[in-house]
């Protein structure tokens, strides 16, 4: 299984950008995906899942602001984010599981994981 994340840039307050991930490998047909971030100092969190069910989730501090998809046919996975903050910088990951996460936000429930793709926010 492999996953490539790409779209990250540097944005100003207010402004948008949509990571995409690349999946490859990943042939199950229950699953969870997510995109999780972690800035300097501070531990990784989750941001927004989609299940194979389309169900999502998302993080309080995102609602409203960000949006997950997913691409089925292209197996890629999307998160549009808007009204981007300064505090929205960080380094963001997508990551995959077999099954529906019953904590979708939760890191360790996922096996699978890109690199990584930074996002900076200035004011």
């Known amino acids: 299984v492999q996953l490539v994340e790409s779209g990250g840039d540097s944005a100003h307050t207010g402004g948008s950008l949509r990571l995409s991930c690349g999946v490859s490998g990943f042939t199950y047909s229950r699953y969870s995906m997510g995109w999780f971030r972690q800035a300097p100092g501070k531990e990784r969190e989750g941001v927004a899942s989609?299940?194979?069910?389309?169900?999502?989730a998302y993080a309080e501090s995102v609602k409203g602001r960000f949006t997950i998809s997913q691409e089925n046919a292209k197996k890629i996975l999307y998160l549009e984010m808007t009204r981007l903050k300064p505090e929205d910088t960080a380094m963001y990951y997508c990551a995959a599981r077999e099954g529906r996460a019953w904590l979708p936000l939760m890191d360790y429930l996922y096996k699978y994981w890109g690199q990584g793709t930074q996002v900076t926010v200035s004011s």
């Open positions: 989609i299940d194979s069910d389309g169900v999502t």
